[in-house]
């Protein structure tokens, strides 16, 4: 096996294909996740043969581009934008299906499951903002397929991919939901932020990117500790601003091939940042989230048609819904990427770490200042990533 760290996605198809258990998950010199060929190795290459790294994306014609509101404002208020991910799941649960998709397990470990429990829906609502662990779920589903089950398999472009590329072949009864993504921080990285956290305010319970219950649909957070719930966002957490500004995701996110229109899922989801500047578009309507929803196959049509009702639903111009979605047209620039910092995530060295946010924040809002009014409102009002 040959594996092209600069690459490699860490979809662990390859993993999971290997009928000799040869490959191991193992960590870079940032400590990203990366697969590892143990002793058991016989050379089959099957590994090589699934490996979606040189697979091309197929071109995706007559995209239909909507948004979309939940009409239940307890799943809109769970979900980081419209709750149109929610929507899906529960149609899916509803037909006696399995819903794989990412959760923290032990409040911070982000990793994919599956289940089929509405009781269990809310642990696969929100953002995670680091890379997941897939474990072998791309088995899981594929033994739920096999006995005849539907499956919605949601996650990264890459991760989708790596699962297609795993499969193999076509399924009815599977349906795909990939995110815009920006790219992935490890999970190495936001354990050393909590820690910091656990230093400087105690053991923390909860970690929630996205928190509308404290500003409604925006970039702001919560940690939990004990009794209190402390706000979270980028003007105060290292990890969440160089995340925001693209600092310290994967190698291979900065040259991504899935940051384009050419999705790899049968529907796309994200948040539908840029939508506030659609003429007549109201502030209350929008206030808790709005999601963008890409439906790109005719497995995608047939299922938006099915939860429509479930939304309050509008066809939306591409132009708008690339307005402040850079991600669906390139990855963020390489130039981003800050070795240094990453190393110091790697060391656990969070004192330099906090300088540097100090440093950065402090020149930013220093830019800040000699910005015109109108673009300081608009700032102010909602920050966007990309």
């Keep these: ?29 940032y400590g990203f996740m990366i697969p590892a060929v143990n002793k058991n190795c016989v050379e089959c290459g099957l590994c090589e043969k699934i490996c979606p790294i040189e697979i091309p994306l197929l071109h995706c014609n007559n995209q239909n581009v909507y948004s979309f509101i939940n009409k239940n404002n307890a799943l809109l208020m769970r979900s980081s934008s419209g709750a149109v991910f929610p929507a899906i799941a529960q149609y899916v649960i509803n037909q006696n299906g399995i819903v794989f998709g990412c959760l923290f397990e032990d409040n911070s470990k982000a990793i994919h499951r599956g289940i089929d429990r509405s009781e269990e829906l809310y642990k696969l609502q929100g953002s995670k903002y680091v890379q997941s662990d897939v474990g072998f779920t791309f088995t899981e589903a594929k033994a739920y397929l096999e006995d005849g089950r539907l499956v919605l398999y949601s996650g990264t472009p890459c991760q989708i991919h790596g699962l297609k590329s795993f499969l193999g072949k076509h399924y009815d009864n599977l349906i795909t939901v990939d995110i815009i993504c920006h790219g992935v ?43 209190k719930t ?17 600092s310290i995701y994967r190698e291979c996110c900065y040259s991504c091939k899935y940051a384009n229109l050419d999705r790899i899922g049968d529907i796309t989801i994200g948040d539908f940042w840029g ?12 206030k808790n989230g709005v999601s963008l929803v890409l ?22 111009d591409m132009c708008v819904a690339l307005r402040e979605n850079i991600q669906l047209l390139r990855p963020v620039p390489i130039e981003n990427r800050n070795h240094t910092l990453i190393q110091m995530y790697h060391e656990g060295n969070m004192e330099k770490i906090h300088h540097t ?3 950065m924040k402090r020149a930013i809002d220093s830019l800040r200042a000699f910005l015109p009014i109108k673009l300081k409102l608009r700032l102010k009002g909602m920050r966007k990533n990309g």
């Design 1 to 29: 096996m040959i594996i092209n760290n600069s690459k490699c996605t860490a979809c662990f198809a390859c993993r999971q294909v290997c009928p000799k258990q040869a490959i191991d998950v193992s960590y870079d010199r």
């Design 275 to 286: 939508i506030e500047t659609k003429k007549g578009i109201s502030i209350e309507r929008m």
């Design 230 to 246: 402390r706000v979270m966002y980028p003007g105060n957490d290292a990890y969440y601003f160089f995340f925001d500004n693209g």
């Design 185 to 227: 921080p490890s999970q190495e990285m936001l354990n050393t932020d909590i820690q910091w956290w656990g230093k400087k305010v105690g053991r923390v319970d909860q970690v929630n990117f996205r928190d509308k219950r404290i500003n409604g649909w925006s970039l702001i957070g919560s940690i939990k500790t004990g009794l």
């Design 295 to 316: 439906v790109n196959t005719e497995i995608g049509i047939t299922v938006f048609n099915k939860i429509r009702e479930e939304g309050i639903v509008e066809e939306e």
């Design 357 to 359: 946010f100090v440093k």
